[in-house]
């Protein structure tokens, strides 16, 4: 009895410090998974462009090496950019370990959403196709990917309109200096609730089309990434947080967000406030009035307004700042009411 307790103690013992280590190395196998904003691939994609920029234009116009153009010492030694350092574990860390299962969970609302329909009309897929071609699975990647990019754009423009999301989206938009890391500096609670409102639009999506065509037809994935993502990612995703300028002609521009755009979207300029929420497409702020293209290169400065910046100066202060402001609210209005 006692051998054996001890062998499953040891076995414990050997489950924890396994987990421990892929929680510790989990940071750094970012840079090698295709479904992380900042695989290798994908940064060689950004790099690839920049050098194009600099060949054509930066070159001709300022008096620096291609190293300097890329990695210039003042973004990437910026006290921002450190404390974004800092924080990247942080957060990866997090992601590992609350949002992977949550996401995994949240996957099933494509099998009760089909299930539900089929009881509740008691048919079972109308328009099922037995033998999906290349074709039927690209316009449902197509379509999902549509549906998931509309519920981004719907997230985050309520983050900027909703008073207590807004505490929490401040973080990401506290960097003074933006790199490809800026898109980990996400508050914990606003990568909970944007991965609850996408991936519920994204299962409901599937489990009515699954429904309605049965389930043939799949997503074209490549490096475990949807197609239109990784072409996304492929094309320059990571310049969107760079000093880089990159925008597309005006009617591109319309259709798809330049990495230009979002950099205006991160401006403290007043005429940039709320402009340019889209990921992907430029549709939806076109049709809700929120577009903004920029004519010719304009010089920007990142942060928030009135040096708000300097209350997310640390770690410590990442996370808790929100919660500070959010009490500090609701104590104003206890205030007015009394």
């Known amino acids: 009895m006692l051998y054996r307790d001890v062998a499953v103690l040891e076995a414990v013992m050997f489950v924890l410090e396994k987990r421990i280590f892929d929680l510790i190395i989990y940071p750094f196998q970012l840079f090698f998974l295709g479904s992380s904003q900042i695989y290798w691939l994908y940064l060689l994609g950004a790099v690839l462009i920049a050098i194009v920029i600099y060949v054509y234009v930066k070159k001709w116009q300022e008096d620096v090496t291609f190293l300097q153009y890329i990695l210039p010492k003042e973004v990437y030694t910026h006290p921002s950019s450190v404390t974004q350092y800092k924080y990247f574990f942080a957060i990866a ?16 609302i494509a099998d009760i959403t089909n299930k539900a329909l089929t009881e509740i009309t008691n048919i079972t897929a109308p328009w099922a196709i037995s033998n999906a071609h290349i074709w039927h699975n690209l316009i449902f990647t197509l ?11 719907f997230y985050h423009y309520l983050s900027h309109k909703n008073q207590t999301l807004w505490q929490f989206h401040k973080v990401h938009h506290s960097a003074e200096v933006i790199t490809p890391l800026t898109v980990y500096r996400t508050h914990p609670v606003e990568l909970l609730v944007g991965i609850i409102i996408i991936t519920t639009a994204t299962g409901l999506g599937t489990g009515i089309w699954s429904y309605l065509f049965g389930t043939e037809i799949k997503r074209l994935l490549v490096c475990g990434v949807s197609l239109d993502l ?18 597309y002609p005006k009617w591109v521009s319309h259709i798809f967000i330049s990495p230009a755009q979002h950099q205006i979207h991160h401006s403290v300029d007043p005429k940039h406030y709320d402009k340019n ?19 010719s290169y304009e010089k920007l400065n990142f942060g928030l307004a009135n040096g708000e910046s ?29």
């Open 93 to 108: 860390l997090f992601e590992i370990v609350f949002v992977e299962p949550i996401a995994i969970y949240l996957d099933n």
């Open 143 to 153: 379509f999902i990917g549509l549906l998931a990019d509309f519920a981004n754009f």
């Open 230 to 247: 990784f072409i996304f990612y492929l094309a320059g995703y990571n310049l969107r947080h760079s000093h880089i300028w990159l925008a």
């Open 277 to 295: 929420f889209g990921y992907i497409f430029g549709i939806w702020d076109w049709i809700f009035g929120s577009l903004y293209i920029p004519t």
């Open 310 to 338: 300097n209350l997310f100066n640390s770690v410590s202060n990442i996370f808790l700042q929100p919660f500070k402001s959010i009490l500090q609210q609701i104590k104003q209005i206890n205030q007015t009411t009394v």
